[in-house]
């Protein structure tokens, strides 16, 4: 999650879209043109004839080679607009090379957090970690739920024993521009996952012909909440540009799977699914009254038949967002009103909504990160030093006015899935926002050859140490598993079961 801002992005998207139609409604018209996607072709096509032999170019070959003060920057003529800076960073993990760095886009600069394995650095596989929002920063993932250190109080980092370095190196991202301290100089934005993935992709693939030891790696990206938008588009991109980066004589990425943590890739699915989960026993017992239940159970099929009409059949903007308006309304308030965390609905909001999402100990991480000797240790740039927020709202709004939530990745998944990249989605079964019950049915409605195998198999239990773990289904390189009383940030609840659940999906086991 970002911790959620999900539920920030759902109000925002539904504010926005009610202000658009009131004082703004031209900005619909270009921001849906923009979802033609005019797929990526500017780099391929401002490339096109250049072949990279190796003597033009000359690889790092091995991060032991960076210095611990100052960045050493590399590039590839092959991106001619992209940079990467870094250096070797010491903290968070005494026992692993650990490495932070920008990736420079002109004048636009991605933060990111490199540690290498506990296990084995030069056999394991690398893991691309980012948190959702959008604006979410992927330090929430670091030091709140899976990184090699929590900052959970004032003591600042300790050590994480089930840390998803364990046994693979793993990439922490700030992205989009503008959220953590990635930054950009002359205050331009990303407002959608099509223009966030052209960065990432080009950072992986300058990333893995820099360094040739990682070069050919199995390749996962992971993530959580609104990651559940991004990563599939991400793989996409980097799926594709390995055509791409073939032809011009360079490696291709070893893209091996999606992990996918609490997704919102169907907010078709997801917002019927509310009902569920606040009036059915789905996971626990029904929160809201008898009265409530009933009155939303009769909103629920109008609210799929608009959405059907005017978001899935076809695609109007204005229509669109007045369905999924009214559809959030009518089936979100009740649940705001009962003062439940809407990301573990086993426990209330402590904290607010606004300032912490109902996580007051996400403060702990952010009053680290806003420390200046710890911004100037891990190369935080001068322009983006200063109080650190773990989410940025302008970001939030910005995608929401482009109304990115509105378009489903379940068709990047399934093509995902037929080119052969193994995806994984994984739900803490109390998370409300992003819950499991919505994530089922879209992975049970997704149209792809390996549609009647998946739907065929029944929910069986996965258990660790004996322990029943969550319920998952499984076919073709495609995984569904509930993970038992978890909420919507999953390692943070379930530490020692969320490392298991990876570990075998990496080695390829069953669950
Ligand atoms: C890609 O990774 C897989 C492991 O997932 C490995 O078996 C395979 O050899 C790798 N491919 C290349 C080209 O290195
Ligand atoms: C809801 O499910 C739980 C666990 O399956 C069960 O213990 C409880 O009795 C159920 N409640 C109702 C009202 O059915
Ligand atoms: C958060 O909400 C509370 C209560 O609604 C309000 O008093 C406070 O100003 C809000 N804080 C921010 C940062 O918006
Ligand atoms: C940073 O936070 C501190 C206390 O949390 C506050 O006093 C200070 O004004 C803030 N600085 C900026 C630039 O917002
Ligand atoms: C569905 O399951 C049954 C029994 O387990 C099996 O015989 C059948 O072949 C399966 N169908 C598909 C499409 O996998």
Same mark, same amino acid.
């Given at each position: ?95 692993? /090379?650990?490495?932070?760095?920008? +990736? ?24 691309? !970690? ?34 998803? /370095?364990?046994?693979?190196? +793993? ?115 029904? +929160? ?29 903007? +204005? ?112 998370? !409300? ?14 149209? !792809? ?12 239990? !996965? ?49």
């Amino acid at each position: 999650m970002g911790v959620t801002q999900v539920a920030q992005i759902l109000a925002l998207a539904l504010a926005s879209s009610v202000l658009a139609r009131g004082g703004h409604s031209s900005s619909f018209g270009s921001s849906s043109e923009r979802f033609f996607p005019q797929f990526e072709t500017e780099r391929f096509v401002m490339n096109k004839p250049a072949q990279y032999d190796r003597g033009m170019f000359t690889p790092l070959e091995t991060l032991d080679a960076l210095s611990h003060s100052e960045y050493t920057t590399f590039g590839h003529p092959a991106f001619p607009k992209y940079n990467v800076r870094t250096k070797k960073t010491k903290f968070c993990d005494g026992t692993v /090379n650990s490495y932070t760095g920008y +990736i420079d886009v002109e004048a636009r600069h991605l933060f990111f957090y490199f540690f290498e394995s506990r296990s084995d650095p030069a056999k394991d596989d690398v893991i691309f !970690w980012t948190n959702g929002g959008p604006g979410g920063s992927s330090s929430i993932g670091l030091f709140m739920e899976l990184g090699p250190c929590k900052v959970l109080d004032e003591k600042g980092p300790t050590f994480h024993e089930h840390s998803w /370095n364990s046994n693979a190196n +793993i990439f922490f991202i700030d992205q989009p521009i503008g959220v953590g301290f990635s930054y950009a100089e002359y205050g331009e934005s990303v407002a959608t996952t099509e223009e966030a993935a052209k960065d990432i992709a080009a950072f992986v693939a300058i990333f893995f012909e820099n360094f040739e030891q990682f070069k050919g790696r199995a390749f996962h990206m992971a993530g959580e909440s609104y990651g559940g938008r991004y990563l599939p588009l991400f793989a996409a991109e980097i799926y594709d540009q390995n055509a791409w980066l073939i032809q011009n004589g360079l490696t291709p990425v070893n893209l091996s799977s999606v992990m996918i943590g609490n997704g919102m890739s169907d907010i078709y699915s997801m917002l019927p699914a509310y009902y569920v989960m606040q009036c059915e026993n789905a996971s626990l017992d029904p +929160i809201l009254s008898v009265a409530e239940c009933v009155a939303m159970k009769k909103l629920i099929p109008r609210c799929t038949r608009w959405m059907k009409a005017e978001c899935i059949d076809h695609f109007d903007a +204005i229509n669109c967002a007045a369905a999924t308006s009214f559809c959030q309304t009518s089936i979100e308030s009740p649940f705001w009103k009962t003062g439940k965390n809407p990301y573990d609905m086993s426990s209330d909001c402590e904290g607010g909504l606004n300032e912490t999402f109902c996580y007051p100990v996400i403060s702990h991480l952010s009053r680290y990160l806003s420390k200046l000797d710890v911004q100037k240790h891990i190369g935080v740039d001068p322009p983006a030093r200063g109080n650190f927020s773990a989410a940025n709202m302008d970001v939030s709004a910005a995608f929401a006015l482009t109304l990115d939530i509105l378009y489903p990745t379940v068709d990047h998944i399934g093509a995902l899935l037929e080119h052969g990249v193994r995806v994984l989605v994984y739900v803490g079964s109390y998370d !409300w926002i992003c819950n499991w019950v919505g994530n089922e049915q879209w992975t049970l409605a997704m149209e !792809w050859s390996g549609q009647a195998a998946f739907v065929n198999q029944t929910l069986r239990d !996965w258990t660790v140490d004996g322990k029943f773990a969550g319920r998952t289904r499984s076919a073709k390189g495609f995984t569904f598993a509930t993970v038992h009383a978890a909420g919507h940030m999953v390692p943070y609840d379930k530490p020692v079961e969320s490392l298991k659940l990876i570990q075998r999906w990496m080695a390829g086991e069953a669950l």
